[in-house]
DNA sequence: CCACCTCAGGTAAGCGCTTTCCTGGCGAGA
DNA sequence: TCTCGCCAGGAAAGCGCTTACCTGAGGTGG
């Protein structure tokens, strides 16, 4: 690997004199100079050594992100965000697969510490273990302690600058439109426990179905994981156990999807027997058949604002942001049938 | 930010020493001082800077990956594979996003390159552009020239290790279905044309449609974006000039959703009117109505196959890995209408 | 004509770490 | 008791780069 000084020796120039006409010093250099600098980088296929550069100077350029999976749809439009504004300000991206496993996640950031990240993304749901919480505030506080900016996306329990999507509002917006609808056995298919997403979102629900006077029995949620999988289980479990619901929520639109499969092949109408609807407004929402009421996050926007946050001057006091949700009325939810 | 020097004094022993217990070097230190060190380690809450670690010694731990954008479900895909062989190894991966974008690419291999990388991927499709192949080739063997190893996934006119999708062969396995149903007029919605993925896949059908008599008309193919409205697009074009076709194949399954939800809304059944396939076998494929016949590409296989090259033993000749595509009938397509 | 200023270019320190090589203290063998 | 060998620990070089500081040549004003 070429180095600068055999670019130098090539120019026959100084190592200084070569590192300036690289990046573009505020230094003059003589015309002639320059040219013999350039074409030895040229003949050489230099290209300066990035490690090297971080520890000469003190300038961090790259932003540390943590998500649960970046293949999954919902995270995939999160990051989508993310990657928008970073490549806006020239800045690169190190994206980290926490896979939902909590040590893997503490490991993650302090391997982004390590490697010296402007700023520090925390792109997935929090979780409900406070244990964990107590661990990853510790490494956080470690970070911010030497000027690492940290941006967290969700509720995380962790003090400092926030995007919100409105979970709690959005479910709450969906359960009102059912008891609307007539519906007053509503089944809820959830993602895993631990997340505050789910829990945000059951509540939110739970509380829209209690105003009006038909609390959300235990027994007609089912917990799996986030995905299509989990979706299908949850809706078989949750037929089998309560024969007579009229409407089922799943907490995101790939576990709705799963849903949706069990019902077709268990020829349940949907929206006739049973109404179904998700959650995030992924695009898949819109061509399964029948189209998924939903609820709508503006994922994109997410990203976006965690990273304007991070990257922008740090603040005193922590800002949190809510980003609002909206209900996007499809054809899988329809009257409840009458009894 | 705490350096290892400061460890060192508040541990009261050399740098050299604190080192040597911080990563655990084969030499032996007394447990006393070890345990002084780690103390100060935590009480520091130390984190060795990744890049003067990387300077020091030579040993590349982290993965370079280009894909055209992660967020796309086919490369989501391709990216778990690279992710999972890579955190097998303890490999930490930077995954850059070219949007389809020469320069883009050619600028994050130099960017890689900095960032001395260990090995590099292309994991998006090749071009058809000699200007542009020849400056990435250029760059590819300079990063190679110094020990950097390089792995392709799909077409790229690069020599060196590959691993392929058989674009062409799937792409016959569905033409032939297609005749054998008895289509014989049928429209072709294709992605960017300077795409291999575009060109091997469009070659594999055109080549089974015309071994049985119905050659493929360029009037029947219409180029557009790899995505979901890219192909509705061109299904509205494709069903307006040229009303009588009784197939449609997509050359991704994003496209043909979209295509899917033009027939949809414009009344014509499929696949009793127009019988419709897709490319790739995207989760989704099996969700949308009618579920979608498509040709299966072993997208994670194709990723972690290309992370195992990169990290396996360099290899004087070129390896090239094909992995098989394969016919996934649902019910999208049926036989041709009687005339 | 000389002192002084200016400025292009070079010298060298230092970023935080690893590792080779050296040192000094100890135990063992003669 | 003396010498030698061994080994834990430290000193220092060096990874590739940036940049503060220095130098010396050329130009200016008195």
Chains 1, 2 share one sequence.
Do not use: W
């Not at 993310?82 to 490991?107: F, K, W």
């Not at 997340?195 to 006077?213: F, I, N, V």
């Not at 959300?216 to 619901?245: K, M, N, S, T």
Request: charged letters at 25%; one cysteine or more.
């Amino acid at each position: 690997m070429a180095t600068l000084a055999d670019v130098a020796r090539r120019a026959g120039v100084s190592p200084a004199t070569a590192s300036r006409v690289i990046n573009g010093s505020s230094k003059p250099v003589a015309e002639e100079l320059r040219e013999r600098v350039l074409r030895a980088v040229a003949d050489l296929r230099y290209v300066p050594n990035a490690h090297a550069q971080l520890l000469a100077r003190p300038h961090r350029s790259v932003v540390g992100v943590i998500v649960h999976d970046v293949s999954d749809p919902y995270f995939a439009e999160v990051t989508r965000g993310l990657q928008r504004v970073a490549t806006e300000r020239g800045r690169l991206l190190i994206i980290c697969n926490s896979y939902r496993d909590p040590d893997r996640e503490l490991e993650y950031v302090e391997l982004l510490r390590a490697q010296q990240v402007a700023a520090l993304i925390l792109a997935g749901s929090g979780y409900h273990d406070d244990t964990f919480t107590e661990r990853l505030n510790e490494k956080l506080a470690a970070y911010e302690a030497t000027g690492g900016r940290v941006a967290v996306i969700g509720r995380h329990d962790h003090a400092g600058d926030a995007v919100m999507p409105a979970n709690e509002t959005g479910a709450r917006l969906l359960g009102e439109e059912l008891v609307r609808l007539g519906h007053r056995r509503v089944g809820v298919i959830a993602g895993p426990r631990v997340l505050t997403t789910t829990t945000d979102r059951l509540g939110g629900l739970r509380r829209a179905l209690a105003e009006h006077g038909c609390p959300l029995h235990d027994d007609r949620i089912r917990y799996e994981g986030f995905d299509r999988d989990g979706g299908a289980r949850a809706a078989e479990q949750l037929l089998d156990a309560v024969p007579d619901l009229t409407a089922i929520v799943a907490l995101n639109d790939s576990m709705a999807v799963g849903a949706l499969s069990v019902l077709r092949r268990r020829g349940v109408a949907v929206p006739e027997r049973i109404s179904l609807a998700g959650f995030d407004d992924m695009p898949i929402a819109a061509d399964v058949t029948p189209a998924l009421t939903t609820v709508r996050l503006p994922l994109v926007d997410l990203g976006a604002r965690a990273m304007t946050l991070a990257l922008g001057p740090a603040c005193a006091q922590p800002r949190v942001e809510v980003l609002p949700a909206t209900l996007v009325l499809r054809d899988s939810v329809g009257a409840a049938p009458s009894p």
